[in-house]
């Protein structure tokens, strides 16, 4: 039984700075495909970035040059380091993996997904 716990959300102005972490209970994470996704309310959920087990990462166009993705097998653990935050930015946003070691191509399908997590909240004000 795969868990994955999220955590390090929080309320942050425009133009600040989050990093999401997101941590796997099981031995088999680095050899399985990562992903970030969100959801505002009132709106469809949306692929944010996703990283393969070699790293290899891809990102929505509304978060390149903001956010970073990045895994630390040692620690079975995912990051979100989010810059630049937008209002727009504000949604709950969940970890996500399959059980492949690369991710699909764009544009990140949460239904090509079978683990998630519960979620953190993350609210940027302008």
């Known amino acids: 039984q795969v868990q994955l716990v999220e955590s390090g959300g929080g309320s942050v102005q425009s133009g600040g700075s989050l990093r999401l972490s997101c941590t796997a209970s099981d031995y088999t994470y680095s050899r399985r495909c990562m992903a970030w996704f969100r959801q505002a309310p009132g709106k469809e959920r949306e692929g944010v970035a996703s990283?393969?087990?070699?790293?290899?990462?891809a990102s929505a166009d509304s978060v390149k040059g903001r956010f970073t993705i990045s895994r630390d097998n040692a620690k079975s653990t995912l990051y979100l380091q989010m810059n630049s935050l937008k209002p727009e930015d504000t949604a709950m946003y969940y970890c996500?993996?399959?059980?492949?070691?690369?991710?699909?191509?764009?544009?990140?399908?949460?239904?090509?997904?079978?683990?998630w997590g519960q979620g953190t909240q993350v609210t940027v004000s302008s």
């Open positions: 996500a993996s399959r059980n492949t070691y690369w991710c699909p191509l764009r544009p990140l399908r949460g239904n090509e997904y079978t683990y």
């Open positions: 990283i393969d087990s070699d790293s290899s990462t």
